[in-house]
């Protein structure tokens, strides 16, 4: 703003020369030329006047540029060049109001006398100062409606924008408990709003923040937990196993050592899901979490099933001979958190269905058992996300198996969805095809 003062001050100089110049210049060239001619032409009119006084009319032959009258010492009017003329009353008016005039003499003697009228430098002196004050006044509004500007921009722009200023500014820093006032008049009031709605964003986003982190540092608390849990039974049952070989008996049971065997699979098994799972979502959390696809014939998405079904609980249907774009191993990550998540909640028989979709093939995966409530089914796939049923289950859990899966979908170009209707959970896959 300091540059519009500048520019103001700058036109305003500039307007007050050229008005003060212009008074100068009409004023000299009315006064120094016009008068000596007029001067050097009254000399003239009364010269020719004393000549001819007995017979006036010999003048109307004169050109002398300039209108006249003839008074005689009585102040009768004797000759006049115009009807202009018998306006002037006698020679006592005509020095009072400062018209030019001179003696009509002969021989010494005073004949009468010669007045010039005020012809056009009256009405040339009126219409300049006209123009003076004319002028004048458009500079003092000029002036003023420039000042009124200045002050309309600094109030309602300026200000409002060093407002938002300081309000990004205090952003900046981290205050965002104080709104952004906004006034009514302000022309930025819309602009002004979403300012202030950035502000309340941020700082849900930041109390959302403070959340998770508090959240990730209860499942960092309850993941020590979960895993000291099987790592206890490993250590409990390699000790018991180390007791047995040490006294002899262990080559008395096998099915004794077989069952002590499978525990310390199933509690390593354990373990590896958990671990998994959490650096499966460290590399999501670093940008680093990538797929690789390939065309692949449907049928390995069965290959894919039975891998992970341990306990023989899926029955696969019909698979369409098509090919799908997936990352195999990625894939199975995928299917495999799916068929866990049901041995943990549901423990029932799992139904694998195919069905094609456009460009699309559709695996739905569906367990019998409780299912999920509707306000939570819009949450199992919430990253840490565990509901009721692991509660009540108690079993070892990270929330991260849907979300990854359903982040590993995402990346495949296909979709997670998870339905609940009556009886079980269906989780559809939907994978494109090549």
């Not at 070892?396 to 296909?414: F, H």
Request: charged letters at 25%; a negative charge; one cysteine or more.
């Amino acid at each position: 703003m300091n540059k519009y003062h500048r520019i103001l001050i700058i036109v305003s100089a500039v307007l007050l020369l050229g008005l003060l110049a212009f008074t100068l210049y009409t004023g000299k060239r009315s006064g120094a030329s016009s008068d000596a001619e007029r001067v050097v032409a009254l000399n003239a009119i009364a010269k020719d006047a004393g000549e001819h006084w007995e017979d006036l009319s010999f003048l109307s032959n004169k050109t002398y540029g300039t209108n006249y009258v003839i008074l005689n010492t009585n102040n009768d009017l004797r000759y006049a060049s115009n009807e202009d003329g018998s306006s002037i009353r006698g020679l006592e008016e005509a020095m009072k109001n400062r018209l030019l005039y001179a003696y009509v003499t002969r021989n010494g003697q005073v004949l009468g006398s010669v007045i010039l009228p005020e012809e056009g430098n009256g009405s040339y002196q009126s219409m300049r100062m006209q123009l003076i004050l004319g002028f004048g006044l458009i500079f003092i509004i000029f002036v003023a409606c420039a000042l009124l500007y200045d002050r309309y921009v600094q109030k309602n722009i300026i200000q409002p924008f060093q407002n938002l200023k300081n309000f990004a500014g205090k952003v900046a820093e981290g205050h965002l408990d104080e709104p952004l006032l906004m006034d009514e008049q302000n022309m930025f009031g819309a602009f002004s709003e979403s300012f202030d709605i950035m502000r309340e964003q941020l700082q849900e986003s930041r109390e959302r923040e403070i959340a998770l982190q508090k959240k990730e540092r209860e499942l960092v608390a309850s993941l020590s937990h979960d895993l000291k849990t099987p790592i206890t039974g490993v250590k409990l049952t390699t000790e018991l196993l180390k007791a047995k070989v040490s006294s002899g008996q262990a080559g008395e049971d096998p099915a004794y050592l077989l069952e002590k065997l499978d525990n310390i699979y199933k509690k390593a098994d354990q373990i590896d899901v958990l671990v998994s799972d959490l650096f499966s979502s460290t590399l999501d959390d670093l940008g680093e979490f990538t797929v690789s696809c390939t065309d692949e014939a449907a049928a390995v998405l069965c290959d894919i099933i039975k891998k992970y079904d341990d306990r023989g609980l899926v029955t696969i249907g019909e698979i369409p001979n098509v090919l799908v774009r997936i990352d195999v191993r990625r894939m199975g990550q995928v299917i495999g958190n799916v068929i866990v998540n049901s041995y943990k909640y549901a423990n029932t028989r799992i139904d694998a269905s195919f069905a094609l979709q456009e460009d699309y093939l559709q695996l739905v995966i569906s367990d019998h058992g409780p299912g999920v409530s509707p306000e939570e089914l819009s949450l199992i796939t919430n990253k840490f996300y565990r509901g009721k049923q692991w509660k009540e289950s108690k079993e070892s859990g990270s929330g991260l198996g849907l979300y990854i899966a359903k982040t590993l979908m995402e990346k495949m170009d296909g979709e997670l969805l998870a339905e609940s209707a009556g009886e079980g959970l269906s989780i559809s896959l939907i994978i494109p095809l090549s």
